[in-house]
């Protein structure tokens, strides 16, 4: 019920932020202080690469998925009552030729454990969201793992900017955090 809460309570931010450039300018120079983020060179080793995914140009990470991932490691890595330092996320691009929905069939459970240990979050049934029935033009997967004392937090979002084009763009977040000691 948390999950749900807060979810409801990031997307009312996220369309607030958005529905005004000048808070957005804002927002982004608040994110940019608070979390350490950077483009990977490449996709990990502990997440399969789908066919299909041909590198994007380079480019900054968009205020509004930014938001995604600064929520998310709210949500994930400072869930519980340890709240994390140290925190720090990479997040790489692709465009994809087909439609953001394929990724949910792909990023499955069963895969994400057998290629990284990557579990579902604490109460979701399933790791991927389809948003395009709440209008959202694309979907979500998202993930958590805890080693040697660091938890991570993976999500895999797919955007489909319109709906007849066949190009969707798929970024894959990924967020550490350690406990405060």
């Known amino acids: 019920m948390k999950f749900i809460t807060r979810s409801a309570g990031f997307g009312v931010l996220l369309l607030a932020v958005l529905s005004c450039s000048l808070a957005g300018r804002m927002a982004k120079k608040g994110l940019e202080k608070s979390m350490n983020s950077k483009r990977a060179d490449s996709l990990w080793s502990d997440v399969p690469r789908m066919d299909g995914l041909d590198d994007s140009p380079s480019e900054d990470l ?12 709210d949500l994930v890595l400072n869930s519980d009552k340890d709240q994390k330092e140290h925190i720090t996320s990479d997040w790489i691009l692709f465009q994809y030729n087909g439609k953001a929905t394929d990724l ?17 979050l604490e109460d979701m049934k399933t790791p991927c969201v389809d948003a395009e029935d709440k209008g959202f033009p694309g979907s979500a997967c998202l993930y958590r793992k805890e080693e040697n004392g660091t938890h991570e937090g993976l999500i895999i979002l797919a955007l489909q900017p319109k709906e007849n084009e066949k190009t969707a763009f798929v970024y894959f977040l990924r967020a550490k955090g350690t406990p405060k000691e």
């Open 62 to 73: 968009p205020v509004a998925v930014q938001l995604v991932l600064h929520a998310y490691v």
């Open 104 to 120: 949910t069939s792909f990023y499955n459970a069963d895969r994400m454990k057998s290629a990284g240990n990557w579990t579902l």
